[in-house]
C-alpha cells in the first residue's frame, strides 16, 4: 500500500471513529435528568430609588487609592421574600479593579456612605465590621433592605470612563433571578 493510501485510510478511519463517539456522546439514559439552574430576568428590586438617579464621584481621586461603592439599597417591591446571593458591577471603569465585595448593616456605619476611601478619618472601617455577604441576606417582602452592598476597588490607572450597572442575583421561591439596576461611580485622577 502506498503512503498516500496509507494516510487517506488513516483518516478515513479517525473520521469514523470521531463520528462513533460523537453519536455515543450524544445518547444520555433517560433516567438521569441533568440539573440545571435557569436564571430569570428579576423585577422584584425597586430600580428607581435615590442611588439610580445619579453619579457620585470625586475629582480628586489618585492612582492607587482604594475606594468603597455602595451599590443601590435593595428594596424588595414583590410580595414575596428575596434572598440576594450574588452582586456585581455589570461594567467597571477601565483602570478600576474591584477586588472584593461586601455586605454591612446600616446600623454599623450609622447610615449610607454612597463612596468611602479606605483610610479616611470618615469613612467607616468596613474590615473591622461584621460582612454579612458570607450567606444570602434576605429582603423581606415591600420592604427596603437594612443590609447593603458595597464593592471595594481600587484605582490602578486614571480610570476611564465611569463604573456602572450594580447586578443583584436572588432567588424567590425557589427560583433564581438575575436585576441590574442603574448606578454609576465616577472617579476622576489629577
Known sequence: MSQASLASSTRIRNTLLLAAALSLSACTPQSAPRETTQVSSGSALEESGNQSSGTVGNENAKVGQIWWFALPIPLNTSNGDIEITDVSIVRPAKGMKILEYGAYDLEDTEGLPLMALEGAGDAPDFKKLKNYATEPVVVKAHKESEIFFVARMKINSSPKGT????????????????????CELDLQTN
Not at 456602572?164 to 442603574?182: A, G, H, I, N, V
Request: charged share 35%; with cysteine.
Open 163 to 182: 463604573s456602572r450597572y450594580c447586578r443583584f442575583d436572588y432567588t424567590q421561591e425557589k427560583r433564581s433571578y438575575s436585576q441590574t439596576l442603574d
